[in-house]
């Protein structure tokens, strides 16, 4: 191999990991790897280099900052050793291992990481972030507030919500909504509701649970053991991973459920059914092993909003100084996979209850995909969504924010759907391609 | 994967399986990078793959090669993940995947290796190589933000860092070379 072959290997490399690839690059890297060995032998000292030079960069910044503005702990880089340990910690939870200290006094120290109209019974003055709190007996009556406990655990809390924290590792849910995001020190955080303990094993997942003994667990990355209380279950938890939602209650047991409502109620409504204007949601990828769910948040449309399931960061917010049009107010959410937004393919199909306005939010710099073109018409408003990753920042388009990183806008799209299945496609093809957000309003309750 | 009840090892085994599984982790991490290529896919699949490995612990025969056994399941794993959960469309097909997982088993044999020539490689740089070295490890926002801070063209520092990884290749080989004569 000449030198400038092994050059240009190299920067085939740099490319592939960090996803800057053409799709000419790719197909060169791959043909360089099938066909040449010694090419195979490089991208394997290649990989050796890469993990030992991040192993140790790790190393030496772990201790510099525990908690990282970001909270999507499931991407932190990971001491060696640490990592080792903790892929091992794993494995001790489901053996009923207590690994981390429980607090004396009861109850979890908790950071405030955001609220939006929250109010918390018994804590006076602004939920402003950073404010700590001593979380005990616990009552969310409006609103969402997310905090950060001790334990590097980040719950995302809806209203109405009642609880109770045992310690910064088990929260008693009786009723309400919780996401998690567990993060590397807090796997083994346990959830317990009525029906039985939810137990992670790793990452992202939700709860909702109400006072009738019924509680959903939907998984957004990573796993977690249900352990239903139900006796005909026959005993033994049952694992849920990526993508999958199940039901269980004190009367029927565990049984799968396709769709995750986040509902975001109105104070009053004790309904613990999503009874909203979608009926279904489901895409054209899930198989007989995996299958995708879709959150769908009962009047979430409003700033703050996470946008993607399966991005912990970007949220909906008008641009600046402007405000979210009037007529997405109060629209229902769903929150689709940004991941899916190269799928060429790709089909999701909502099952609607009755004749409804349906909004999908789509990058103002993307090519639009001719399904859009055909059934939608622009509204002439927009929003943006961020923060993306700052690898992106030099995208068209992007709006660099007070925090260095990138926003983008949507353009708001509209189409009047009558009740029954309505079909989206894929995202489109661009280079930089984003995926779609979507609203929906029942027709007779939007404002003209 | 369903819903249905695991089978699940016996308790006396966790001792083992932490043991194992600690003792293998660079190893798996470096078998999986070199099927997905990117360090947090790798770490992503890992994490992953460590559940169902318990879950599955129970046909590991001790005493056996625990390396090979895990990296099976860390190949459907691997999979899996470019089916379903992939952040790029741009990754490695079937046929390529199985090509580098056969030549990667026997090729981790190199690895401890690679990993003690890599300190008196980094050592070899210049230091602010070395930092650059590191500070692309550190970079949350990517080269294109590395780039920004340091006041440099994406373009430059993206050849340099290429180049940079091409020197450190290069030496990790020159010096497990030269201990294997």
Same mark, same amino acid.
């Not at chain 2, 129970?58 to 390396?67: C, K, N, P, R």
């Given at each position: 191999m000449t030198p400038e072959q092994k050059n240009r290997l190299f920067i085939l490399f740099t490319g592939h990991a960090a996803e800057t690839q053409t799709a000419d690059e790719h197909a060169e890297l791959q043909h360089a790897l099938r066909h040449d060995a010694e090419a195979r032998r490089l991208w394997f000292v290649h990989q050796d280099v890469e993990s030992g030079i991040q192993s140790r960069s790790a190393v030496q910044t772990a201790f510099v900052s525990t908690k990282r503005a970001k909270v999507s702990a499931w991407r932190q880089r990971r001491p060696l050793a640490a990592a080792a340990a903790a892929a091992a910690a794993v494995f001790l939870i489901g053996l009923g291992v207590a690994f981390w200290s429980v607090s004396s006094s009861g109850g979890a120290v908790a950071r405030v990481v955001a609220a939006y109209d929250a109010r918390l019974v018994g804590v006076e003055g602004d939920l402003s972030a950073g404010r700590k709190l001593q979380l005990k007996r616990l009552r969310l009556e409006t609103g969402r507030l997310e905090v950060t406990l001790a334990s590097g655990v980040r719950l995302e809390m809806i209203a109405p919500l009642e609880g109770e924290f045992s310690h910064d590792m088990r929260l008693r849910l009786d009723s309400g909504s919780v996401n998690a995001d567990v993060g590397e020190h807090g796997k083994g955080f346990t959830i317990e509701t009525a029906a039985g303990e939810i137990v992670d094993l790793g990452t992202e997942f939700g709860v909702q649970a109400d006072r009738l003994g019924e509680s959903r667990v939907a998984v957004f990355s990573g796993s977690v053991e249900v352990h239903s209380r139900e006796p005909r279950m026959g005993g033994g938890p049952v694992t849920l991973t990526e993508g999958m939602a199940a039901r269980f209650s004190v009367q029927s047991g565990l049984r799968s459920w396709r769709e995750v409502a986040l509902a975001a109620r109105e104070a009053? %409504? @004790?309904?613990?059914?999503?009874?909203?204007?979608?009926?279904?949601?489901r895409d054209n990828l899930g198989d007989d092993e995996l299958q995708p769910f879709y959150g769908v948040v009962?009047?979430?449309?409003?700033?703050?909003?996470? @946008?993607?399931?399966?991005?912990?960061?970007?949220? /909906?917010?008008?641009?600046?100084?402007?405000?979210?049009? $009037?007529?997405?107010?109060? @629209?229902? %959410?769903?929150?689709t996979y940004h991941q899916?937004? +190269?799928?060429? @393919? +790709?089909?999701?199909?909502? $099952?609607?209850?009755?004749?409804?306005?349906? +909004?999908?939010?789509?990058?103002?710099?993307?090519?639009?995909?001719? /399904?859009l073109a055909e059934k939608f018409t622009n509204t002439g408003e927009s929003l943006i969504a961020g923060p993306f990753q700052g690898s992106i920042a030099d995208w068209p388009g992007a709006i660099i924010g007070a925090d260095s990183l990138p926003y983008f806008e949507f353009a708001i799209w509209k189409a009047n759907a009558p009740p029954g299945e309505f079909t989206l496609g894929a995202a489109g093809s661009a280079e930089n391609q984003f995926m779609y957000g979507i609203a929906i309003k029942p027709k007779n309750h939007s404002t003209p | 994967m369903d819903a249905s009840p695991p089978t699940e090892p016996p308790h006396s085994r966790h001792e083992e399986f932490v043991t194992l599984l600690t003792a293998s982790h660079p190893k798996l991490l470096c078998y999986l990078l070199s099927l997905l290529g990117r360090w947090h896919d790798a770490q992503d699949v890992l994490q992953r793959a460590s559940a169902l490995m318990w879950q599955k612990f129970? =046909?590991?025969?001790?005493? =056996?090669?625990?390396?090979a056994w895990a990296s099976t399941v860390c190949f459907y794993e691997a999979k899996a993940f470019q089916r379903l959960a992939a952040r790029s469309p741009l990754h490695f097909d079937d046929e390529l995947l199985a090509l580098l997982s056969d030549e990667r088993a026997e090729d981790l044999k190199h690895h401890d290796a690679r990993m003690t020539a890599l300190d008196s490689c980094l050592a070899k740089l210049r230091e602010e190589d070395r930092h650059l070295v590191n500070a692309s490890c550190d970079a949350h926002g990517g080269i294109s933000a590395l780039a920004a801070q340091l006041g440099r063209a994406p373009a430059t520092l993206y050849n340099k860092l290429s180049q940079l990884r091409r020197i450190l290749a290069d030496c990790v080989t020159s010096h497990t070379m030269e201990e294997a004569t």
């Open positions: 009053g %409504l @004790a309904s613990a059914h999503y009874t909203g204007i979608v009926e279904r949601v009962r009047r979430g449309m409003d700033p703050g909003m996470l @946008a993607f399931t399966d991005k912990p960061n970007p949220r /909906w917010a008008p641009r600046p100084g402007d405000k979210v049009p $009037s007529f997405l107010l109060g @629209a229902d %959410l769903i929150r899916f937004r +190269y799928r060429k @393919a +790709y089909e999701l199909t909502l $099952s609607l209850r009755e004749t409804a306005e349906v +909004y999908v939010l789509i990058n103002a710099q993307s090519q639009l995909p001719e /399904w | 129970g =046909t590991f025969q001790s005493g =056996t090669d625990f390396v």
